[in-house]
């Protein structure tokens, strides 16, 4: 069974970091594309970004608002996805959701809150 | 870049049929998979259809996906209207030209 549990939000002032994890089991991580999907409170689903496996090159992409700002890596030897998150704004105040597919169907973790406020 | 377009809400009586549509502003609905996702209230999405019209092991057969070149268009379809299935309803698809995911703005399904 694919599992993802997302771990590491809370309170964060403006301009503060943060780093989320993603624990990954059921499927083989290493092979894995992993991506992070954010959801403001009350509004739709945002794609933050994703990171190839390293057989694909292991390179990542990000959505505007967050490029420069947030980095997502990943710990094969670990089955850990990560979100580095910087410079963070209030307009970042989400639920974080890590995400990936096996078999051609996208599987989702609980999601972990982030609050920016000061 | 594209945009996919949900009606904002829709609403009908349980044993009904309802279509959700996700219309696609640029390019060829045809030349990305379509998703679609349920959020039930305090829930993550889970995956109700995928490439386009495939139905994870689990997902009733009440559900069905589809795509519609002359309008752009994706849609999913839910039959035999259950209260459980009320929810909001997520289509998503690849932007090849960004490497990004778009999602569309949600659909707010109410069975009454």
């Known amino acids: 069974e694919v599992q993802l549990v997302e771990s590491g939000g809370g309170l964060v002032k403006p301009g503060g970091s943060l780093r989320l994890s993603c624990a990954a089991s059921g499927f083989t991580f290493s092979n894995a594309w992993m991506s992070w999907v954010r959801q403001a409170p009350g509004k739709g689903l945002e794609w933050v970004g994703r990171?190839?496996?390293?057989?694909?090159?292991?390179?990542?992409d990000y959505a505007a608002p967050v490029k420069g700002r947030f980095t997502i890596s990943r710990d094969d030897s670990k089955n850990t996805l990560y979100l580095q998150m910087n410079s963070l704004k209030t307009e970042d105040t989400a639920v974080y959701y890590c995400?990936?597919?096996?078999?051609?169907?996208?599987?989702w973790g609980q999601g972990t809150l982030v609050t920016v406020s000061s | 870049n594209f945009m996919l377009t949900q009606p904002h809400s829709v609403s009908e009586s349980p044993g009904k049929t309802v279509t959700i549509s996700c219309t696609r502003s640029s390019g060829s609905i045809a030349s990305n998979y379509v998703q679609w996702y349920q959020q039930r209230p305090g829930s993550s999405p889970t995956t109700v259809i995928y490439e386009d019209n495939q139905r994870p092991s689990g997902v009733p057969d009440r559900f069905s996906g589809s795509i519609d070149s002359s309008s752009n268009s994706a849609s999913l379809t839910i039959s035999g209207l259950k209260t459980e299935d009320e929810a909001d309803y997520y289509c998503q698809s690849y932007d090849s030209s960004n490497r990004h995911w778009v999602f569309g703005g949600g659909t707010k399904l109410t069975v009454l």
């Open positions: 995400t990936t597919m096996v078999r051609g169907i996208d599987y």
């Open positions: 990171i190839k496996s390293k057989t694909d090159g292991g390179t990542t």
